[in-house]
């Protein structure tokens, strides 16, 4: 049994963009945090009742920066951010109303045609996302130096403006197969999307990418390359990039995935659940006799593994060629400096610790940062708690 030793190799482009990406939004969940009247699980400091149940900057971004006071249908949400929400657990948590309620059969008959409107509690959750981006942003300026988040955001800017404006400002919940692009192999939820929105020149020319914000933009920016990252592997970049990364064949104990990966336990056991049906891992007794299970790669695994890091190549060179050497180049370059190696002595580590009111403090503190994130419907966290 071994423990998966660091690899010294430069990072992916997917890796240092999910780094960035992620290390944003946790400090944008823990100062909303503090700011929005919530509730969570076994968490201490959290008031009994009155708040909504705690979300992640994804929901804002997929659901609660189009819904307010006024009347606004799932599929006009859906339209403006591109992206499908959780909207059971939005209703649930406590941030919208949905006209009809879930006991009329309509509710699920025709879901875009739903009403929804934010609750006072939601509203008050709006009121703190909505200026929170642009104050985590000039928090990062601060820290990292304009000149370099200028430079980052440039690069980021001359990306998004060749990929289009039919990309979310937020990456997708993740379901079955952790798919970014939809639901297997054989679907690809936004390549209607990009073609409705080339079909379309003047939508396009209307866009100002310079207006995007900066997590907005590695959002985009990572999306495209999972996409394209996915049309060519049956195997989600979300797991090739967090599980199967860190596996081998001689296995890696199941208790020490959370902190290679930087991915949560619930998160892990969705990704080995759907590997191990596709016979790429499979768990099993510590072949050394310890008493923790093990999670190891089958030789299709293995090919699986290998594959991951070739198509991550592959993909990077085409970009090149694509987009330029020199945008390319000047993104990876500002992406190292703030994230280095992803672990804790990465810069980006500096603004990851939690004050005592966020419930981040009462967990182990991550060890390193996913290489993809792990939005999932459980609140839309972006490693995946």
């Known amino acids: 049994m071994t423990s998966a030793a660091p690899d010294a190799s430069p990072l992916p482009l997917s890796a240092l963009l999910s780094a960035a990406l992620v290390a944003f939004t946790i400090e944008f969940d ?51 951010a591109r992206a499908r929400t959780n909207l059971d657990g939005m209703r649930r948590w406590g941030y919208v109303t949905v006209d009809p309620g879930p006991g009329d059969p309509s509710y699920k008959a025709r879901r875009d045609t739903l009403v929804l409107r934010a609750t006072k509690r939601g509203l008050r959750a709006r009121a703190v996302w909505e200026p929170l981006t642009a104050t985590i942003e000039q928090h990062w300026r601060d820290r990292f130096g304009a000149a370099e988040i200028d430079g980052l955001r440039a690069a980021l800017q001359q990306l998004a403006a060749s990929l289009g404006p039919w990309l979310p400002d937020c990456l997708p919940i993740l379901g079955y197969g952790l798919y970014s692009r939809g639901g297997g192999p054989r679907e690809d939820r936004y390549r209607d999307a ?15 990418v310079s207006a995007l914000a900066l997590p907005w933009l590695l959002a985009r920016v990572l999306l495209a390359l999972a996409i394209e990252y996915e049309r060519e592997s049956r195997i989600a970049l979300a797991i090739a990039a967090n599980l199967l990364r860190v ?13 290679l990966t930087g991915v949560s336990k619930e998160a892990l056991a969705m990704a080995t659940g759907f590997t191990g049906r596709a016979d790429v891992t ?35 060179e085409r970009w090149r060629q694509r987009f ?41 503190p991550p060890q390193t940062l996913p290489h993809f994130p792990m939005v999932l419907h459980r609140g839309g966290y972006p490693d995946g708690s």
């Open 30 to 80: 823990n100062a909303a945090e503090l700011a929005i009247p919530n509730r969570t699980t076994d968490h201490a400091h959290a008031p009994p009742s009155g708040g909504v149940w705690l979300v992640s900057m994804a929901m804002w971004l997929n659901c609660m920066r189009y819904v307010g006071d006024e009347p606004v249908t799932l599929g006009e949400v859906a339209r403006l």
């Open 194 to 208: 990009a073609a409705a929105y080339e079909q379309d020149a003047e939508r396009h020319e209307d866009e100002d």
């Open 247 to 259: 596996l081998d064949e001689r296995g890696v104990r199941l208790r020490d995935l959370p902190r």
């Open 282 to 316: 499979s768990i099993e007794a510590d072949p050394d006799g310890g008493r923790w299970k093990v999670v190891r790669l089958t030789p299709k695994g293995r090919v699986s593994r290998d594959l991951y890091a070739d198509r991550l190549a592959s993909l990077e």
């Open 324 to 364: 330029g050497g020199d945008t390319l180049a000047g993104l990876r370059a500002s992406l190292e400096r703030l994230a280095g190696s992803g672990g804790p002595g990465s810069p980006l580590f500096a603004g990851l610790e939690p004050g005592p009111q966020n419930w981040r403090a009462d967990v182990r």
